[in-house]
C-alpha cells in the first residue's frame, strides 16, 4: 500500500518500485516523477490531497515512461506545471519520440506500450541544469547519461533526488545491462556524484540513503566491466547484432521486440566511446557493419 513518507522537513516521498518526490510548501506540492502510469499518478494525487495540499508543479528527471506515467493524469486533473530540462521537454510533450529513437524508425505498435510510450502531457517551463524552479528552491542538477537530458533535483532541505543516475545493485542484478543513453556522460555524472553533499539521496529505483559512494561504486563497475566484456567479444570482427547476442547470452537476457530495442540501444551507447577511442574499429568489407578489437 502507498503512503507518504516524511524524509526531512517539507520533504516527503511516496516509496515503491519508482520512487516519488514531494516538496510542499505553504499547503501546495511540487512532485518530482509521478510513476510508471496513470493509476501511480492516480494514487499519488490521492495521497496528496487526502493532507489537504494541492499540486502545483511536476517536476521529471527525465523523459522514461515510468517517470513521467502519472503526468497527464494529474495536470488534467489539477492544471499543474511540469517542468523538466530542454532535452527532456520534448519527449514528454511527443512521448512517441522515444519508442521511435529506440527504433530508428516509425517504431512497431507492439513496442508503444505503456511501458515505453506514456501518454503526454504540456511541458510549461525547461528548467536547464544548474537552474532552480523559481519560489520553491528546487535546483535541477546535471545527471546525464541514463537519458541525454536527465536531471536530479535538491530540494532545501537538503535532499536529493537523483533520477536513474544510479539504480539499486538488486535491480542492476536483474536486468544484467542497464539502459544506458550516453556511457561516457554517465560515467562523469558517477564522478560529480561522488562529490555532492546531501543529507538524503533518493534514486528513483533503490533505497533511501545517506552515502551515495557505495551505489556509485556498484553502478561504475557494471558499466566498466560491460565495456571490458564487450571488447573481449569483439576479438573477432562482429556485427551489432552478434555483439547483443552475445551479451544477451552471458546476462540470460529473454528477448522480445521490447528488449531488443532497449538492449540494443544499451548496447550500442556502450560500444561508442571504444569506436571514438580506436580500440573498436569498424568494417564494412563484409557490407555491414562489423565491429573488432584493433
Known sequence: MLELTNLKGNTWAVLSPVNVGVYVKDGEVSLIDTGASADSGRRVLKLVREKGW???????????????????????????????????????????????????????????????????????????PGEELEGWGLKAVDLAGHSHGQIGLTTPDGVFFTGD?????????????????????????????????????????????????????????????????????????????????ALAQSHGIRMDLAQYVLTVSAVSALLTPLIDSGELTADFSSGTLRLARA
Open 54 to 128: 494541492n499540486v502545483k508543479w511536476i517536476v521529471n528527471t527525465h523523459c522514461h515512461a515510468d517517470h513521467i506515467g502519472g503526468n497527464h493524469f494529474i495536470q488534467k486533473r489539477t492544471e499543474c506545471g511540469v517542468a523538466a530540462s530542454p532535452l527532456e521537454a520534448a519527449c514528454i510533450e511527443h512521448t512517441q519520440f522515444e519508442t521511435n529513437w529506440l527504433w530508428s524508425a516509425a517504431s512497431p505498435k507492439v513496442i508503444r506500450t505503456d511501458f515505453m510510450e506514456a501518454e503526454p502531457s504540456q511541458v510549461t517551463k525547461q528548467l536547464a
Open 165 to 245: 543516475a544510479v539504480i539499486a545493485e538488486r535491480v542492476l542484478s536483474k536486468y544484467g545491462v542497464p539502459f544506458v543513453a550516453d556511457s561516457a556522460k554517465m560515467l562523469e555524472t558517477f564522478d560529480r556524484l561522488e562529490t555532492m553533499s546531501a543529507d538524503l539521496f533518493v534514486p528513483s529505483h533503490g533505497d533511501v540513503c545517506t552515502d551515495i559512494k557505495p551505489l556509485v561504486d556498484v553502478n561504475r563497475n557494471c558499466v566498466l566491466k560491460l565495456r571490458a566484456e564487450l571488447l573481449e567479444i569483439c576479438k573477432e570482427p562482429l556485427t551489432r547484432d552478434e555483439i547483443l547476442a
